[in-house]
């Protein structure tokens, strides 16, 4: 009898580990995080201007910005500037900065999922981090913060392909821009 409740107790043992592995390992799953990478054909300070600067962002990403590079500063991006409430960032404050090596900022998603991700606390972060290759520079973005239900699974697939396609822009512009200067 002391056999089997040994052997009872070192299976629900085995079993409640089990379980708080998975737990854990959902908590941290790695798959939830976006990262976009690209190189451009620019010094590392210029690719980190086309982050904190208002022109550099509508260039390639917006329509309007209203970005302050500095701690606390707005990051504000917006996609529809006449209805400033949807389709923006309003609100968004830039949370670390390392000129010209690294930004951080919280980011809020458009209408389709305001209703949840924009009143999230906290918001989803996205930090990108700019590394020298001489001439040129690499650029990672990483954005988390994103939580473990089918909405927003549906939102960070959203920003995957939103990224993805930001970053094809940004690469067209700055390296098109770098060729120009070439050809002049």
């Known amino acids: 009898m002391r ?4 052997l009872l107790i070192v299976c629900a043992l085995i079993f409640s580990a089990k379980v708080i592995a998975q737990k854990i390992e959902k908590q941290n799953n790695m798959d939830n995080i976006i990262v976009e990478t690209v190189v451009l054909n620019c010094l590392k300070g210029k690719a980190f201007e086309m982050f904190t600067s208002n022109k550099g962002l509508e260039s390639w990403l917006t329509v ?4 302050q590079p500095q701690p606390g500063g707005k990051y504000e991006l917006f996609w529809e500037p006449a ?3 949807n389709n923006s960032t309003i609100g968004c404050k830039v949370l670390a900065i390392d000129k010209p090596n690294f930004l951080n900022f919280e980011w809020k998603g458009p209408k389709q999922y305001k209703h949840f991700m924009n009143n999230a606390m906290p918001l ?8 020298a290759l001489g001439d ?3 650029v ?12 927003w699974e549906e939102a ?3 920003f995957i392909k939103a990224w993805k396609g930001g970053f094809s822009q940004l690469e067209k512009y700055v390296n098109r821009e770098k060729a120009s200067e070439n050809n002049d």
């Open 140 to 151: 990672s973005l990483i954005h988390t913060g994103w939580r473990d239900t089918k909405d």
């Open 136 to 138: 040129r520079t690499r």
């Open 64 to 67: 309007k910005a209203d970005v």
């Open 124 to 131: 989803t972060n996205v930090t990108v981090i700019f590394t």
């Open 3 to 6: 056999s089997l409740t040994i």
């Open 156 to 158: 960070r697939r959203y």
């Open 83 to 85: 209805d400033p409430q």
